[in-house]
């Protein structure tokens, strides 16, 4: 069942804010004491769980709640009627093994009707710890095992397949906390059972689509699949729980496309040409890598056919990928213009292209300048030629290179016609299965372009 927390925002009407998220699909209110300290009783048209976290009892009292969250050793009368869950949170770490076990026990000789333990992901070596947590628990177990923090999302993802309750929210801005999930995604995964994981992979800052897309063709399709997030600074930190759980495929973004190399078993054709991976399939065992970034650029943009010239920004992970598909488009002149001089002779070399100090652009007239920088800095934009394109590979807003290129005569586009035709690369690796025209139509839907027409 599905639990949203009445935010302090709502605390003045929580009719309405109850109402919004039933008809969202919410199956339980949780009033938190912390949070909302003095809601009164109101005519709910859900269920309620009261958390008093250690404030007054009186919450309990007013609102005659269904299930009453009590932590450790808070003591305060309990209805007879109501479901007792008892908690444990820490806020700082995940404790061993051994000590969740001893809190369980803990929570049980409390009189817990459900168990409920959460704590914060400072490691994927943490969320093994709740893996083996939810394992070493009786079968019969009613238990909430959560994390809490950014590399918690694959134990948050898998919740609805495991606890007894699932803490999630509405509407952006309104999650209690670090890490949670929400209730729009999950019901992507309502038509799973015992769902294959798979999950995108990049640094702690990445924001990605890859998850509302992966979910909702699996929706779309019927595949018993979740697609959850691995964001680290640690890629073998990251790598290690991934195998251990024999996640069965990965979407692999900044800056990991040439890291993880070293970490798998084997290299289809193009991804051992062009050194560089964005998606990972487990296949027989082992982990094999594949470049479906350069299938992106190729079906993603058809007016880069048209011109003769492409002048690229940046030498990361996706450059060798836009390079081929550049290539592969008939393109006779593409340059490669960067600040990291190693980086971009190493591109030369391997290319057979010329390449530049990024100021040297300024001089260049390319009919295609392709953006493949990560960070939202200003860079120089040469003035355009007449009928000439400027694409940046980032999206979900206006960057600053698109303002510029814009301003400068450019017709611009950003990098969503590329996330969505990788992403049906990526589903076919995943699943087998053909993407059709319907599924681009419907992908289109989700991600209308937020800048410049193609």
Do not use: W
Not at 207 to 227: E, M, R, Y
Not at 425 to 451: E, R, V
């Amino acid at each position: 069942m599905f639990v949203v927390t009445l935010p302090s925002s709502a605390a003045h009407d929580p009719l309405t804010f109850a109402k919004r998220v039933s008809e969202a699909g919410a199956d339980l209110l949780e009033i938190r004491g912390d949070l909302t300290p003095n809601v009164p009783a109101f005519n709910t048209p859900l269920p309620l769980i009261v958390s008093p976290r250690n404030t007054s009892a009186s919450l309990i009292t007013n609102l005659q709640p269904s299930y009453i969250d009590l932590e450790l050793g808070e003591t305060t009368p309990i209805p007879s009627s109501a479901t007792l869950i008892r908690s444990f949170h820490d806020y700082e770490k995940t404790p061993s093994l051994q000590a969740l076990l001893e809190l369980t026990e803990q929570c049980r000789s409390e009189g817990a009707d459900i168990i409920k333990i959460v704590t914060t992901i400072n490691a994927y070596d943490d969320l093994a710890t709740l893996e083996r947590l939810h394992a070493a628990l009786p079968k019969e177990q009613k238990r909430i095992i959560l994390g809490m923090g950014i590399r918690a999302n694959y134990n948050r993802i898998l919740s609805p397949f495991r606890n007894e309750l699932t803490y999630t929210y509405v509407d952006e801005g309104e999650a209690a906390a670090s890490g949670q999930v929400a209730l729009s995604l999950y019901k992507k995964t309502a038509h799973c059972k015992q769902p294959l994981v798979f999950g995108i992979l990049g640094s702690l800052n990445v924001k990605s689509g890859s998850p509302l897309i992966q979910n909702a063709l699996f929706a779309a399709h019927d595949v018993d699949a979740v697609f959850t997030a691995f964001l680290s600074d640690n890629l073998d930190d990251a790598m290690s729980f991934i195998k251990q759980t024999k996640v069965q495929g990965l979407s692999v973004t900044t800056p990991f496309k040439k890291d993880i190399l070293s970490t798998l078993d084997d290299l289809d054709p193009l991804a051992r040409e062009l050194q560089s991976v964005n998606t990972v399939v487990r296949e027989d065992g082992e982990y094999k890598g594949y470049n479906k970034d350069e299938y992106g650029i190729r079906e993603g943009y058809d007016f880069i056919k048209e011109g003769s010239a492409v002048a690229i920004l940046g030498s990361g992970g996706v450059v060798p990928a836009v390079i081929h598909a550049c290539k592969e488009k008939g393109i006779q002149e593409i340059q490669v213009f960067a600040r990291s001089t190693e980086a971009r002779l190493e591109i030369e070399k391997k290319f057979s292209i010329p390449s530049f100090d990024l100021s040297a652009v300024l001089k260049a007239k390319p009919d295609v300048l392709i953006c493949a920088v990560n960070a939202d800095v200003p860079l120089p934009i040469p003035s355009a030629k007449p009928g000439a394109h400027a694409l940046d590979l980032r999206y979900g807003k206006a960057t600053l290179f698109l303002k510029e290129a814009e301003q400068k005569g450019y017709q611009t586009h950003d990098g969503i016609p590329m996330l969505l035709q990788q992403a049906l690369g990526q589903f076919q690796c995943f699943t087998g299965i053909t993407p059709s025209s319907d599924d681009s139509q419907f992908l289109q839907s989700l991600f209308p372009m937020s800048y410049g027409k193609q």
